[in-house]
């Protein structure tokens, strides 16, 4: 059973680096036909993609973010990570990694993390 | 950028049919996928590519899409149902969520 966990700093100053990383058990970062993305959710509002990575190393990230996000992987960890720069408050949210299935005309989150609360406050 | 649209809330007696859904541009062309998500916990996905279901969800759960809608549909609902649901697309190469919909068992 694949599992995600999310680990990382609870709490971030504003003008700061949040830094989350998504450890994957049960399964191999680098398997073929899935990708590896970070969704949030501010407190009582709905989902929002924030970017994913493929395997090759590919990126696509949320146009809104895009200017801030940073997606990478380390397979000799079997991780990936985040870096959303430069937070404010409005980046204080439940962040949550997930697994992508990258099939032809769409993808769809089929596994996910428990989800860490980061909070932007000083 | 791509726009999906849901209800804020539906509300339903127990076994009886909730309807949720989602709006968008055409949405028929694409795929649209369904997570539940409960107060606390992780989205899960009920239905993926319009109307396929993942292993260990009820067959009350079932999708449809056409046109400029896309529906979940929870028939024989029960207490458990009640949470927060969410439509979402592939926009190539961006992925969007709808609002969201929360669904009261009365």
């Known amino acids: 059973q694949l599992q995600l966990q999310e680990s990382g700093s609870g709490l971030v100053k504003p003008s700061q680096t949040l830094s989350l990383t998504c450890a994957v058990s049960g399964g191999s970062i680098s398997s073929g036909g899935y990708s590896w993305s970070w969704i949030r959710q501010p407190p009582g509002k709905g989902l929002e993609w924030i970017g994913y990575i493929y395997h090759s190393g590919s990126t696509y990230y949320n146009p809104s973010l895009k200017s801030r996000v940073t997606i990478s992987v380390d397979r000799s960890k079997n991780q990936f990570s985040l870096k959303l720069s430069s937070v404010t408050a409005a980046d204080t949210a439940v962040y949550y990694c997930?697994?992508?299935?990258?099939?032809?005309?769409?993808?769809?989150?089929?596994?996910w993390g428990q989800g860490t609360l980061v909070t932007v406050s000083s | 950028s791509y726009v999906l649209t849901q209800p804020p809330s539906v509300s339903v007696a127990p076994g009886q049919t909730a309807r949720i859904t989602c709006g968008g541009n055409n949405i028929g062309s694409k795929s649209v996928h369904w997570y539940q998500q409960k107060p606390g916990q992780a989205p899960v996905l009920v239905v993926y590519?319009?109307?396929d279901r993942p292993s260990g969800i009820p067959e009350r759960f079932s999708g449809s899409n056409s046109g400029n809608t896309a529906t979940l549909t929870i028939s024989r609902v029960e207490a458990g149902d009640e949470a927060d649901y969410y439509c979402q697309v592939w926009d190539s190469p961006h992925v969007v969520f709808g609002g969201g919909t929360k669904l009261t068992v009365l």
């Open positions: 590519d319009d109307s």
């Open positions: 997930a697994r992508v299935i990258r099939r032809d005309g769409y993808k769809v989150f089929d596994y």
